[in-house]
């Protein structure tokens, strides 16, 4: 017999559902996510920290859960909301049914509620905050108090929690990506391997893998190393990881970068990466009413004209109206024109704001991590 659950937004609505996770209660903002399939991406993802994430595809679990799909090293959401769980679960690579993946990881989760009305209420009044409870021990007035209690993620610097505490090197690449392997490195190009240092403000595995394929030597290090320290690496460029919460509150990141933008060093962001770049070259961010979180969004490359389809995941931006002049738009979203992309007009450094790592997701926008090999080329 499974247990109860319920979910208690802010504004006062209850879902009440069963239990498919571990007991207990867990506060955050409510998201939710269109992708139809890589549930297991999307909760190991960093940037989820303190999310509670909903999925519009209603059944979720149908795999199962296997080590090979973890973004990092576990489940980084706070917890999971979904319509329906399979009895079965059926993949030749599944270690584990999802319910014993999120109660092995102490991660709550709800079922058997209606996801479709929850996304309406995030759609119509904005990101949310809310309370999952799951077990016997259930308080719905308790729920709703903390619910309201919770701050939100505006101000909250969230990537110094999800970063690495040392440094270290990534070596691995792709290996299962739709459409094939990379095409393999020319052993006779000398310019090989690109040293790269990677800010980790809570970076996924898969940016890595395709650092690393692209004949990157990668180093990791962690959210507040000092530009100095990375400077006395001599990387041939520098990698600014997306990551979870507030960029703004991230004054030691957007320091180190606008030192790094001094020397010159070629800068590719993505995601929170992307918006600390922004910052750190002066424009502002602000926090979105819903965010995109999803698998299917397109995005126009403002150069080409050509449309690319996207996985997001961000409830910040970068407002497009403040970009100083060293900054110009490079990318906007069809589904709402907010800003993309930018890169610098005066450095060999850019961002997106999307994931170029599509995990999960679609790989039409993977060649920015070529355009990112190009500028450390270029800079010789
Ligand atoms: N995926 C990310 O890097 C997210 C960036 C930031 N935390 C946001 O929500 O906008």
């Known amino acids: 017999m499974r247990k109860p659950a319920v979910l208690v937004l802010e504004d006062g609505s209850v879902f009440r559902g069963t239990s498919i996770g571990a007991d207990g209660s867990s506060v955050g903002e409510v998201v939710f996510n269109t992708a139809m399939t890589g549930y297991q991406e999307i909760l190991t993802d960093p940037s989820y920290l303190r999310q509670l994430v909903t999925l519009t595809y209603p059944h979720i679990g149908n795999v199962g859960a296997n080590p090979e799909d973890e973004e990092s090293a576990g489940i980084q959401a706070a917890g999971l909301i979904i319509r329906h769980l399979p009895q079965r679960a059926s993949n030749f690579r599944q270690r584990e049914r999802l319910d ?19 996304t309406r209420i995030l759609r119509e009044k904005g990101a949310q905050n809310g309370c999952l409870q799951a077990g016997d021990a259930i308080d719905e007035a308790a729920a709703l108090a903390a619910a309201r209690d919770f701050p939100g993620l505006k101000g909250m610097d969230l990537a110094q929690q999800a970063t690495t505490a040392e440094p270290y090197a990534w070596t691995q690449g792709e290996w299962a990506l739709e459409g094939g392997l990379p095409a393999p490195l020319d052993p006779a190009d000398e310019a090989l391997p690109f040293k790269v240092v990677a800010y980790d403000f809570g970076v996924k595995r898969n940016i890595l893998r395709m650092l690393a394929s692209r004949g990157c030597s990668v180093t990791v290090v962690p959210a507040r190393t000092p530009a100095a320290e990375v400077l ?7 990698f600014l990881s997306n990551g979870p919460g507030d960029p703004e509150p991230c004054d030691y990141a957007i320091a180190a970068i606008r030192e790094l933008l001094e020397h010159q060093v070629p800068l590719f962001g993505i995601c929170l990466g992307h918006q600390l770049l922004a910052l750190a070259s002066g424009a502002r961010t602000l926090k979105m009413k819903f965010g995109h979180h999803g698998a299917n969004h397109p995005v126009q490359d403002l150069a080409t004209g050509a449309v690319m389809i996207s996985s997001q995941n961000h409830g910040f931006a970068v407002d497009e109206a403040s970009l100083p ?9 069809l589904f709402d024109g907010s800003l993309q992309g930018i890169r610098r007009c005066d450095c060999p450094a850019f961002s997106f704001q999307g994931h170029p790592e599509a995990s999960p997701g679609p790989c039409d926008v993977a060649p920015l991590f070529d355009q990112f090999i190009e500028s450390m080329r270029a800079r010789g």
């Not at 006395?232 to 520098?238: R, S």
């Not at 002049?325 to 979203?333: A, F, G, K, V, Y």
């Open 100 to 118: 014993d993946y999120l109660r092995r990881q102490g991660v709550v989760g709800i079922a058997d509620i209606d996801t479709r009305r929850l």
């Open 232 to 238: 006395a690496m001599n990387p041939d460029g520098v």
């Open 325 to 333: 002049e060293t900054l110009q738009p490079t990318h906007r979203s």
